[in-house]
């Protein structure tokens, strides 16, 4: 098996494959962060949302007063969840860009520029910063994965 | 490094791989305009959740009576939410199945079934259709999706 | 084009590949669950959140009172969404941790961990178990896709 064990090795040994590997592992690492951050806030701001969570403070209303939403919570989820709604797409039309045989200096500009828009957005979104520093980084991520799209599509299209 | 480049190429070239490029990119897509008419809806319905995305409507209370639900943005989040839950088994159960191996002519008609079921159901929830529309336009894509993971299972187990 | 499918075959032949073609697909399977979970509990607690939905029990205020959150229907759902916040990562980073060359052990060991570790996660949050059996479950997944990540990095890193 040493032959297709090559073969794998060779796909990942491609200068844009490896590109894709480390800015997809880095910006999922990312969102992965955004988990911590939210347990960080419900613990510190004793504000959790399942019964059996709370259970170490006590029983009943001593207890259940520290069921409620708090507003730093809240605002980590909706970060968290903007991360999931365009890092999906980033994984897989990067997934089939990386392999859409691109030049590499341009994939890295895609990859890079995208990595560090979602990584302005984190900061915008969690400080937060004035507006329209979120909806900025947000737009400058969704437009590098339309230009990925395109390439794809131009590449591959197969209806 | 060419013959890696080739390897790759010749990866993209293969027709089934180059349907589910595309069908997936297509999809992905469709998920991404949901984030735009998510935005649009906010602004025209003026109806938002951040206190600094209120900022340009004045300060105190006259800024404070827009961050507030609105049921047309609410659906449009549903959809998206309900994009995300199936389209990410989409991603990977169809890369997978793409590599497995099956006829083209199965893969094209997994794919597009899968990818109309989609947008069907965007519409169905959107418009709102009356039901079952949009259960069963979900139904359909969640059964292409079985039906495809039985496929990479069958060929690739295992455990 | 034989050639062609003859080396998508033997990327599939592979067996790192294969096991994680195996467990990528049970873990999304998994995941794909939670929708039917969350259908029966807004069925059988007559809990929905759409108007069109709560046609069938009638019109006017007889149908409005099935508009309404359940606790067992929101249960269900952030066990959906923590399955999206932890897979789509492990979907991504196993995929890359698979063509990264691991040895088939070791990789095995990955996935049958955060497999497990994802399934008594469901159990944990649906029975509700006591804590820390969720936070712990959770926390071995989280740790797993840690693992994969830093071999993708020492791997691939291309900055």
């Known amino acids: 098996r040493s032959g297709e064990m090559a073969k794998l090795t060779q796909l990942i040994d491609n200068e844009v494959f490896r ?6 592992t880095i910006v999922l690492l990312k969102m992965m962060l955004m988990s911590l951050i939210t347990a960080y ?36 989820r909706r970060g968290h969840m903007n991360d999931l709604e365009n890092i999906v797409p980033l994984l897989g039309i990067g997934l089939l860009y990386a392999l859409s045989g691109p030049e590499l200096s341009t994939a890295l500009l895609h990859f890079r520029i995208f990595t560090g828009a979602r990584i302005v957005h984190t900061f915008a979104y969690l400080i937060p910063l004035p507006q329209p520093s979120r909806v900025l980084s947000w737009a400058v991520g969704y ?10 599509l131009k590449t591959t299209l197969y209806l």
Request: charged letters at 30%; a positive charge; glycine letters at 4%.
């Open 143 to 152: 437009a590098v994965t339309i230009s990925m799209a395109y390439k794809v």
């Open 41 to 76: 806030f419900r613990i510190s701001r004793k504000a959790f949302v399942n019964p059996e969570d709370t259970a170490s403070f006590g029983k009943g209303e001593s207890a259940k007063k520290y069921l409620r939403t708090d507003p730093d919570v809240e605002r980590v």
């Open 19 to 24: 590109a894709y590997a480390t800015y997809a």
